[in-house]
Nanobody, 115 residues
Framework: QVQLVESGGGLVQAGGSLRLSCAASESIFRANAMGWYRQAPGRQRELVARIISGGSTRYADSVKGRFTISRDNAKNTVSLQMNSLKPEDTAVYYC?????????WGKGTLVTVSS
């Protein structure tokens, strides 16, 4: 059973930056994709960014140009660099591993952006 542990959340002012990290208990080298999702209060969980095994990335329109996802297969980690944060980015951020249809989730890390 793959375990994913997120870290790096916290409170930041609008315009600031945070870097989230996700540590996987097993190798992510063969994972189809790794991703970050978020869920704000009263809203559905949504995709923030995703990186597939070949290195291609996909971002939600709301974060394009501000967030960058990266993966380090040697360290079994996935990171999300978040710049120019906005209050609407406030949410619990979840790490996701997609093993060709089998999905694993972390417990999430809270990001709060104050105005």
């Amino acid at each position: 059973q793959v375990q994913l542990v997120e870290s790096g959340g916290g409170l930041v002012q609008a315009g600031g930056s945070l870097r989230l990290s996700c540590a996987a208990s097993e190798s992510i080298f063969r994972a189809n994709a790794m991703g970050w999702y978020r869920q704000a209060p009263g809203r559905q969980r949504e995709l923030v960014a995703r990186i597939i095994s070949g290195g291609s990335t996909r971002y939600a329109d709301s974060v394009k140009g501000r967030f960058t996802i990266s993966r380090d297969n040697a360290k079994n980690t996935v990171s999300l660099q978040m710049n120019s944060l906005k209050p609407e980015d406030t949410a619990v951020y979840y790490c996701n591993q997609d093993d060709f249809g089998i999905e694993y989730w972390g417990k999430g890390t809270l990001v709060t952006v104050s105005s």
